[in-house]
């Protein structure tokens, strides 16, 4: 921010740092809520890419095929390999925001999302963890 200050100058450089400075240490109602607002976009973000791109979840006895145990385990080990949103719920990623949002107006949409994207990886055949789901 001090090159972008630079670049600009005073006094508009000034005021660009001071907001960016407020925003990052989170001084004001407003700072909070436009970091909320930024945190929830990249949660909106996961959720419509799992919405797009995670296939449904194959049950066991189906991806598995008549294959000997030696073979189905060698396929497991590959796909542990192949971990991304057309394969597995982004679960990390969720568990790691639970908790990032703290305004109330935005942490309701949070939980809203949330309880939408539990229906949905029900309906592609996934689970929710209890660490994925919104902690208060």
């Known amino acids: 921010m001090k090159k972008i200050r630079g670049i600009v100058g005073d006094p508009l450089g000034l005021e660009l740092f001071e907001l960016w400075k407020e925003y990052e ?54 796909e542990a390999h192949k971990k991304d949103v057309r394969n597995e719920p982004l679960r990390g990623f969720f568990v790691s925001t639970n908790k990032a949002i703290k305004s109330p107006l935005f942490r309701r949409l949070d939980k809203e999302l949330r309880e939408r994207r539990e229906v949905m990886l029900q309906e592609k055949g996934w689970s929710v963890t209890e660490e994925e789901r919104q902690q208060d």
């Open 25 to 78: 240490e989170q001084e004001t109602v407003e700072a909070l809520y436009c970091k909320d607002i930024d945190k929830f976009e990249m949660i909106v973000q996961g959720y419509e890419y799992e919405k797009e791109h995670l296939q449904h979840k194959q049950k066991e006895e189906e991806s598995n095929g008549g294959e000997s145990d030696e073979k189905r385990q060698k396929i497991k080990e590959e």
